[in-house]
């Protein structure tokens, strides 16, 4: 604990704090990848679901030593799944793209799943891009670990106890289809849309998280988290 | 970098776990003591940062040779652990690893070097030591005085093998309980038969079954109690070959799974892929087809692993001599016992 007298000191102190905070905040991507790197194991198949610049560090770097395929979900409505294949691609990473629906039909191959996180909750659950929930129920059904890899700046103090209690982000009635519903215009307004972009898995379906603080069961992060705020 | 001169009594314990001269994790574990004690004790070193570097390298030896044989770089990590609190105490500074609250903070705190030379730091470490292996000596005694606890009259317990944490821990209840003891063979070895007549002896009604019968049985079966070779960091085990056969049945028929395990057979990695860290040692397979099979044996494989993976949802709680923890606890557990920067020393 430091006590300044000056709020020029309290001034410049802050601004050193976020420096520093910036600085580790950097490195924490990479010392995530670190601790996760292991867990890639030669002739694997991964299977991967959203645009995760995390899992796609650990991808790459694991690509370096070690030779895995990996089968990307398409990633509707954005579709980034086909940039993220074309970027696995070019580091000569066999990648398949599969339909989000087709998760099911192609769990009996794969060796694991890992996926980023937008947060992870109090309980150690994970919100992550929708249809990570139902991945997860899939993969556990099929006893197929799952992994999640994050920075431990975004555990956050939630805790939901289901579907609904996450805040929306956005508009969750925007029409994402490409296709019109309907060609009659009388009833355009009576056929709603729902789409939310995040969705909550339970702590129960992810085996172990990939943190810069190191491997960390889901049972763990509250530890974490309390020792952030002792009140 | 250590000399080889330093290494050669690392040399000397690898090699007789290698030829089974010392077999029982509790051999190895006070082997292993009576090393660092003599680390601590002959050994020249000038302050604690030396020292952790000498330990540290017999830890890289053992892993590098013996990857599956925990016991050893288990209690070794212990000791740096120790030393490092030793240190903060005498310093008083909090030698704190990276939390989520350091993160936030942003606090300057600076790297602990531990080269501060510490004029007390060999009696002490030697004190620590001396208390350890006391702890260690009567681990299992301390197992065992939990039995009461959780063995009932006119319960029927399973256990798979031989192993002597359970069999004294059976042994102690008996004294006061009446129940029954299904043994599960355990082949190729059948070191279940060993453990069915020492448990017979001290008048337990016990009951042998084949590897095969253990799902027919499971249904009649209050308890599993079992032990284990190592609890890794998820809370996982490995265990001998056939425990997660019994353990799936278990879990079928809603049997509760108690598994006794020490407090240094707790090893802070994870098993990535069964092939590198599970079923990498075999045994001969001799065991399961003789050599005079003949040329029988040009046509086929035989593979003889001694180790299992148990999954952790398997597994309802961990009996040590502090007493009984969730799987889900592990990590706690483990927290207390190594510095998180020694996790990995490879």
Redesign the interface.
Known sequence: MIFLQDVNDWKNEIIERGKTFVENVKSSRQKAVQVGERFITDGATILTHGYSRTVKTLLLKAAQKKKFKVIVTEGRPECLGYRYAEELSLHEIPVTIILDSAVGRIMERVDFVIVGAENVTENGGVINKLGTYPLALTAVAAHKPVYGIVESFKFARLYPLRQDDLPPSQDETVNFSSVPPNKNTATKDLVKFFNPLFDFTPPSYIQLLFTDLGVLTPSAVSDELIKLCPN | MPQNANLSDVITLISDIKHGKVFSSYEIALRTENLLEKVISEEKWANAKELMQQIKGKIQQVTQSLPLETTATNIMRHILKVIREECDQVSKKKGEG????Q????D?SEERDYSESHGDLKNCLLDHLTEYKVELETSTENIAAQALEHIHTKEIILTVGKSNTVEKFLKHAAGQRSFQVIVVEAGPLYHGHKMAASLALSGIQTTVIPDSGVFAMMSRVNKVIIGTHSVM???GLRAASGVHGVALAAKHYSVPVMVLAHMYKLTPS?V??H??DTFKMCASPANIIPYSTGPLLNKINVYNPIFDYVPPELVTLFISHQGGNAP?????LLSELYH?DD?ELY
């Open positions: 990276q939390s989520l609250h993160l936030v903070t942003a300057q960091a998820d809370g994870y990535c892929s092939e590198k889900s606890y592990v990590y706690r998180p996790y």
